[in-house]
Structures are given as C-alpha cells and as structure tokens.
C-alpha cells in the first residue's frame, strides 16, 4: 500500500537519513523508534505525502508520490488516518463535529454522522461528544485524535508519538485500539520512544520493529 525504496530527505542542506527502505502492507504493524531529531516524523511524512523525498522513490497505493500533484495526494490521503503528536483541533468546534472533520471536508458528513455514534462508543468518548476541545484530558484528547484519524475507514494509520503525554493506563487503552484496528487487516505504523509499549505490543499482535538511527532505517530484532 505504501512503499519507500532507497529514499533519502534533506532539511536545510544537511541530510536527515538515506537509503530508507519500507513496506506497509496490509495487516502489518510497525514501530519506529530512534533518538529525537533522527527524523521520525519527517520519515511518517513521506508516508502520506506531506513531503516529497530529495532522492528514492515513495510509492502511495500504487502512485509515485512525485508525480500524483496535490490532488492525487489529498485522494490518498482518504485512505490514511495520521495521529499526530501534538493533536490540533478546532477549539470553537464540540468533539463530535471535529472527529467527523475529514467526512465534512470529503462532502460526507451525514455518513459520518451515521457511523460517529459506534465509533465514540469505540473509544470510549460518547459523554465527551458535546464537549469542546480544552474541556478533554490529555487521554480523552489521544482517544479523539485516533477516532478522528479512523473515521473514513482508512486502510493504513500512522500514528506520531500518539502515547507521548498520557498515563501507562491509557496508553495501554490507546494500544489496544491500534491492535483490533490491526486485526481489521489496517497496516499501522506507530513511531515511538516508549520501549514499553512496544513490548505490550509485542504479546497482542506480530510486530515489526524498526530504528531510524545514523541516518539509516535499521531493524532492532526481537529483543527489545
């Protein structure tokens, strides 16, 4: 579904990494770790089309992401759910109304009416649903991000650091959405510091476990 071959990216005339290679097929999970600054998120950026590699080629559904112009990219993007890190939302706008976003933005908001309800209830958020954004905690908030990120059924969800500023409870409950979204046959690529969740992970589901470290994509094995 999205493929990188030999890509490199470079910021500011200094280069962030080289001759990355990976494949996100369906019903794979993925971690990435590495230090801060080895270009974690840049790297899950090229994923779903925000940047655009200086060298190698990045694959979207088939399509050179090079090549597909802005519109192919927002297309794509219909079938990438992004959890970003710091989970921006509209503060003036109740939660259900910013969960369902993408779906008004795609001309599709009664469908994402109809199928809000299930989905709130999914991760836990239904007596939220009026609330507005500063009223959440930092769990409720990761919680929405991933609804919001699921919401048009996408086939591939990339998450940036989506347990970064919660508790080891929640994020065990943020972890195990990610899992049944998984067993759904969802390709999820979770970039991450936290060793401990990657080994939670680890008895729930196959995982796949990579370090972007010296400008380079590395497998970290098992023992981790």
Same mark, same amino acid.
């Not at 470079?10 to 996100?24: K, P």
């Not at 090229?46 to 694959?59: D, H, M, R, W």
């Not at 297309?75 to 969960?99: S, T, Y």
């Not at 970039?191 to 497998?219: E, F, G, W, Y």
């Given at each position: 579904?999205?493929?990188?071959?030999?890509?490199?990216?470079?910021?500011?005339?200094?280069?962030?990494?080289?001759?990355?290679?990976?494949?996100?097929?369906?019903?794979?999970?993925?971690?990435?770790?590495?230090?801060?600054?080895? @270009?974690?998120?840049?790297?899950?950026?090229?994923?779903?089309?925000?940047?655009?590699?200086?060298?190698?080629?990045?694959?979207?559904?088939?399509?050179?992401?090079?090549?597909? %112009?802005?519109?192919?990219?927002?297309?794509?993007?219909?079938?990438? %759910?992004?959890?970003?890190?710091?989970?921006?939302?509209?503060?003036?706008?109740?939660?259900?109304? &910013?969960?369902?976003?993408?779906?008004?933005?795609?001309?599709?908001?009664?469908?994402?009416?109809?199928?809000?309800?299930?989905?709130?209830?999914?991760?836990?958020?239904?007596?939220?649903?009026?609330?507005?954004?500063?009223?959440?905690?930092?769990?409720?908030?990761?919680?929405?991000?991933?609804?919001?990120?699921?919401?048009?059924?996408?086939?591939?969800?990339?998450?940036?650091?989506?347990?970064?500023?919660?508790?080891?409870?929640?994020?065990?409950?943020?972890?195990?959405?990610?899992?049944?979204? &998984?067993?759904? @046959?969802?390709?999820?690529?979770?970039?991450?510091?936290?060793?401990?969740?990657?080994?939670?992970?680890?008895?729930?589901?196959?995982?796949?476990?990579?370090?972007?470290?010296?400008?380079?994509?590395?497998?970290?094995?098992?023992?981790?």
């Amino acid at each position: 579904m999205i493929e990188l071959r030999n890509v490199a990216y470079s910021y500011g005339g200094a280069e962030l990494f080289n001759s990355v290679s990976l494949a996100l097929q369906p019903g794979s999970f993925h971690f990435l770790t590495g230090p801060s600054g080895a @270009g974690k998120t840049t790297l899950l950026k090229l994923c779903y089309g925000e940047l655009i590699a200086t060298e190698g080629a990045v694959s979207i559904f088939g399509e050179d992401a090079s090549r597909i %112009g802005r519109d192919g990219v927002a297309e794509a993007r219909r079938k990438i %759910g992004v959890v970003h890190q710091d989970c921006q939302f509209l503060d003036h706008l109740p939660l259900g109304e &910013n969960i369902m976003l993408p779906m008004t933005v795609a001309g599709r908001k009664a469908e994402g009416a109809d199928y809000l309800p299930d989905l709130l209830a999914w991760v836990g958020l239904t007596a939220q649903v009026g609330q507005l954004p500063p009223q959440l905690s930092g769990g409720e908030r990761q919680r929405a991000a991933l609804a919001r990120a699921v919401i048009s059924s996408p086939d591939v969800i990339l998450a940036d650091e989506p347990t970064g500023n919660i508790d080891w409870e929640m994020s065990q409950r943020l972890l195990m959405l990610l899992v049944e979204l &998984n067993r759904m @046959g969802k390709a999820v690529l979770v970039a991450t510091h936290d060793l401990n969740l990657i080994r939670a992970a680890k008895a729930h589901v196959p995982v796949r476990i990579l370090r972007l470290r010296d400008r380079r994509l590395q497998s970290a094995g098992a023992d981790l």
